[in-house]
């Protein structure tokens, strides 16, 4: 049985790769559901729960909180210094790039219907890693 060879270089480099994570996303810990609870209300720390499968971390308290916010704040490859939406913004934006990809494609896109469907996409993308919350309270789009 061939055994695979991991070398201290390596290892130490996936320390310090850990160790950046949690200096740009410290808050990437379990939240307690009482913690939960008391930032956004028992029901929707309990919706919350039921998208991410049951364990909620305090980015996913962060992220939620930032979306109550009159502005949030975006980081992606068409605004490397972030830019401020609300969410109507976000969503008219989306649409159109969406319609916009729809005409080019052929394909047909399903198009937000309201600022909750804007909530509740952020959300689906912060679950599956697709965009992270910063310690300065910024969603940006996660590397390859």
């Known amino acids: ?14 320390q310090v790769l850990a160790r ?4 740009l996303y ?13 930032a956004l209300g028992a029901e929707r720390a309990g919706e919350l729960l039921a998208q991410y499968g049951g364990e909620l971390r305090k980015a996913d308290v962060q992220l ?10 975006v980081v ?9 939406w609300t969410l109507r913004e976000y969503m ?18 399903n198009l937000l219907p309201d600022e909750q469907a804007v909530i509740e996409m ?13 310690r300065d309270g910024v969603i940006e789009w996660r590397p390859a």
Request: hydrophobic share 25%; glycine share 4%.
């Open 1 to 14: 049985m061939a055994r695979k060879k991991t070398t201290k270089s390596s290892k130490r480099r996936q």
């Open 20 to 23: 950046r994570e949690h200096v």
């Open 26 to 38: 410290p808050g990437y810990v379990f939240c307690p559901p009482s913690e939960a609870e008391q």
């Open 64 to 73: 939620e909180l930032l979306l109550r916010e009159e502005r949030f704040r």
């Open 76 to 84: 992606d490859s068409g605004h490397p210094e972030g830019h401020a």
């Open 92 to 109: 008219d934006d989306y649409n159109k790039d969406m319609a916009a990809d729809a005409q080019l494609t052929g394909e047909e896109y």
């Open 122 to 134: 952020l959300h689906d993308w912060h679950r599956d890693n697709t965009i992270s919350v910063t």
